[in-house]
């Protein structure tokens, strides 16, 4: 029996690129769509995927990717703020597609009465794709291990701190190649999830103080957690490269989820469902080492002491 073709959207994302690997090595045909063709599309197709260039918000775009595909995997960029439309038109697309595997990229954080737009945003995309009726199944994952690096390297590199507004409650990192291997378990036998909602944890639950002794131990370099306060943080990542006003109002209203305890919980998801324990926070730095900026303090030449390892 020949398997069914796999759209993956938002593919050469941190999730979407991981998911795309994973399907071809299982053998599966997959469909991938980018906003424009650049090196990373051509390096999925050069692995063996179809590529097309698809516009959330352009129905008949959505509709022309979505021909022939009898699984999803949906994954909208947290700069986005029409998530609703895009969801909307998404689920119109896969439902005249008959598809009926239908995995949703969400969050922990989705509810009706947070603070954050695409948190709201969120909960209601759930809502829609299951009164869709295409096989919808919800990840909701905590905070990737990547924002380690995506909001901390600069400062851990230059200063030796890491600046978070996360106060001393924990949550348990995941990274995004373990999300991936859940979404793919999912893709590859959706029918007993269908309308599921799951919360995707790493293995151990952390405060970021203690994710900043991890990180000085594996990085060979002193690194201090800075609880900052919220709109001083605010300000500071509104010049980050690739956040724009829309998402740095969600991570300032995450943030403050963060303090009040809803990120904070272990589940068993990715080693049920991703078919592997999660990546240890200790294992995920060493794999990305040269993310930190750090790399030439760590490994080299340490034979003894606080950032000895021996691997």
Same mark, same amino acid.
């Given at each position: ?179 991936? @291997? ?14 599921? @909602? ?114």
């Amino acid at each position: 029996m020949s398997k069914s073709l796999i759209l993956v959207t938002g593919s050469t994302g941190k999730t979407g690129s991981a998911v795309v690997r994973q399907l071809l090595d299982r053998g599966y045909p997959v469909r991938a769509t980018v906003r424009r063709r650049d090196e990373r599309a051509d390096e999925l197709e050069s692995l063996g995927a179809e590529v097309v260039v698809a516009d959330f918000h352009d129905l008949h775009s959505m509709r022309a990717a979505m021909e022939g595909a009898g699984r999803v995997y949906f994954v909208y960029p947290p700069q986005g703020a029409r998530l609703i439309e895009a969801t909307t038109i998404a689920a119109t697309a896969a439902r005249d597609a008959g598809v009926r595997g239908f995995v949703n990229m969400s969050q922990i954080s989705a509810r009706q009465d947070s603070d954050s737009p695409l948190a709201r945003q969120h909960w209601l995309s759930e809502g829609i794709l299951d009164w869709a009726d295409v096989g919808a199944i919800h990840i909701r994952p905590t905070f990737f291990a990547e924002m380690l690096y995506i909001l901390g390297a600069k400062t851990i590199a230059t200063e030796g701190k890491l600046y978070l507004p996360y106060g001393d409650e924990r949550h348990a990192p995941v990274a995004a190649d373990d999300i991936a @291997r859940v979404v793919v378990g999912l893709l590859t036998d959706p029918e007993p999830h269908v309308g599921e @909602r799951y919360v995707l944890t790493g293995p151990k639950n952390m405060t970021v103080a203690e994710m900043a002794s991890v990180l000085s131990e594996e990085l060979g370099t002193a690194v201090e957690y800075v609880d900052l306060p919220l709109d001083v943080w605010g300000d500071a990542i509104s010049g980050v490269e690739g956040l724009n006003e829309f998402a740095v109002t969600h991570l300032k209203a995450v943030a403050v989820d963060h303090q009040n305890g809803i990120f904070s919980g272990e589940t068993d998801v990715v080693e049920r469902i991703g078919g592997q324990p999660p990546l240890s926070l200790p294992d995920f730095i060493r794999k990305n080492l040269d993310a930190f900026g750090v790399a030439s303090h760590a490994y080299a030449g340490q034979e003894s002491g606080p950032g000895a390892r021996h691997i």
